[in-house]
Nanobody
Framework: QVQLVESGGGLVQAGGSLTLSCAQSGRTFSTYAMVWVRQAPGKEREVVAIVSKSGDTQWYADSVKGRFTISRDNVKRTVSLQMNKLNPEDTAVYYC???????????????????WGQGTQVTVSS
């Protein structure tokens, strides 16, 4: 089993920055691609960023490209999401997720993942 615990959510003004972190325990961290997913009230779940198993490639949704940065530390077993230039449309519950894959590059090829964290609320005020 894999356990994922997010932290770092909160309230921030538009234009501000926030960093989310996710700590993993359980199976070998480096065998899983890591994902940040968000869900706003009344909206569908959105995959916002993916980082490959080694951390050398990333994928971003168009809605966050250029503003968000995903990274991972395979020694510390953590994945982070640096969020800059936040706007009210970024308000959502953010989930860390993991999935096993043979692919070495970060690839958006699914919306269902093997393991999920409990989520952390991000609220951006205008």
């Amino acid at each position: 089993q894999v356990q994922l615990v997010e932290s770092g959510g909160g309230l921030v003004q538009a234009g501000g920055s926030l960093t989310l972190s996710c700590a993993q325990s359980g199976r070998t961290f480096s065998t899983y691609a890591m994902v940040w997913v968000r869900q706003a009230p009344g909206k569908e779940r959105e995959v916002v960023a993916i980082v490959s198993k080694s951390g050398d490639t990333q994928w971003y949704a168009d809605s966050v490209k250029g503003r968000f940065t995903i990274s991972r530390d395979n020694v510390k077993r953590t994945v982070s999401l640096q969020m800059n230039k936040l706007n009210p449309e970024d308000t959502a519950v953010y989930y860390c997720a993991a999935y096993w894959t043979v692919k070495t590059r970060a690839t958006f090829d699914r919306t269902e993942f093997d393991y999920w964290g409990q989520g952390t609320q991000v609220t951006v005020s205008s």
